[in-house]
């Protein structure tokens, strides 16, 4: 398709970013034209909007930001085969290279070949947007669009709290930004036993209790490892969903954590963390796991699953919806942390849709 279209542009290595023009991407082969309906912004389009030290390291301005969304296929390259025009997707947002053995093996997840839509490409702040086809995930119809936007990083939260038992166990969610809350939602869902939030900003923790979390800890106010050996009877959780990065709220977790429980891990610190191994995971017979992005595609037909269940409840998690011009107001709502997901619409059409 030819013509030029609205997006949001990291111009420069800095801060910010800005509305601008570019041409619609032209397709290759096995790629798809995608129409943006929705797209979220991300803790990572934060990072990268407020330039911190990972940015400045990962980040080739100029380019396209955004990789969260939903859209219709309104061009398809000649050897496309699976989707059609008309086809409402989201994407896989790691391009990975599809050969090697870890794709072979089930864990394209963390394929060393991977690119990221949006961080190494030209994303989805954009009135359009060209994936690999690969890379699309069909969405039924008829569902807010907001909603499929959000499944990327809900993928995050699912392969987090799915990562080993948790029916009828005891989940200490650590750090309740968006994707925090998304576990909190995701474990009440599957029916863990209880759900513990902890969390130091006041909104987001109470946006965790609208989610289902039956213990509400802010870590500034009370010591969690006193307050959840309490509730649990001096034993600790089984499971720890850890997507703070903190230091402290690690090193605190490794304490309230029962003997034999499983800590999964998906907040990023920012530099070492130091741990007791010996006492807090040798002796205590731990599991320590790292989860990164979503299995490919398995934690996809989770999400799809658990969507469909009914039994997740996604509206209290998508806190503000925007038009895409306002993305500053967006980013600065991320920066107070006064929000859950924060969704743009490329058009205005679609917002006031929504709205009426
Ligand atoms: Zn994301
Ligand atoms: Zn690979």
Redesign the pocket.
């Known amino acids: 398709m030819e013509g030029q279209m609205k997006v949001i542009i990291k111009a420069e290595a800095g801060e910010g970013a800005e509305l601008s023009e570019m041409k619609i991407p032209q397709i290759g082969p096995k790629d798809v034209l995608v129409k943006v309906l929705a797209t979220s912004i991300c803790g990572t389009d934060y990072h990268i909007y407020s330039w911190d030290e990972w940015s400045k390291k990962r980040i080739k301005p100029p380019y396209v930001m955004g990789h969260e969304f939903a859209g219709e296929v309104i061009e398809i390259g000649k050897d496309v085969t699976a989707i059609k025009v008309g086809d409402i997707i989201s994407a896989e947002t790691h391009i990975?290279?599809?050969?090697?053995d870890?794709?072979t093996t089930g864990n394209?997840h963390i394929?060393?070949?991977?690119a990221i839509l949006g961080v190494d490409t030209n994303g989805t702040y954009a009135e359009y947007v060209a994936i690999p086809e690969s890379n699309a995930w069909k969405n039924p119809k008829g569902i807010d669009p907001a909603y499929l936007a959000v499944q990327e990083p809900l993928g995050n939260a699912v392969h987090t709290v799915m990562a080993g038992e948790i029916i009828g166990k005891t989940i200490a969610v650590v750090g309740c930004g968006p994707i925090g809350i998304m576990a909190v939602a995701v474990a009440k869902a599957v029916s863990a036993a209880k759900v513990i939030a902890i969390e130091v900003n006041e909104y987001r923790l109470d946006l965790a209790g609208k989610l289902g979390a039956d213990i509400l800890i802010n870590p500034l106010e009370e010591d969690p490892v006193k307050r959840i050996l309490e509730e649990t009877n001096g034993l600790g959780v089984d499971v720890v969903a850890e997507m703070s990065g903190n230091a402290l709220a690690i090193q605190q977790a490794l304490k309230y954590i029962k003997l034999g429980g499983r800590m999964s891990l998906l907040g990023i610190p920012t530099k070492e963390v130091s741990i007791d191994l010996a006492n807090d995971v040798v002796f205590k017979g731990i599991t320590m796991q790292g989860i990164v992005g979503r299995k490919m595609y398995d934690t996809w037909f989770q999400v799809k699953g658990l969507i469909e269940s009914g039994n997740l409840n996604l509206e209290p998690i998508i806190t503000h919806r925007l038009p895409m011009e306002d993305f500053k107001e967006g980013f600065e709502l991320m920066k107070q942390g006064n929000c859950g997901k924060v969704v743009l619409y490329p058009n205005n059409e679609i917002l006031d849709n929504f709205r009426k």
Request: charged share 15%; net charge neutral; hydrophobic share 35%.
């Open positions: 990975v290279c599809g050969v090697c870890l794709c394209a394929c060393k070949d991977t």
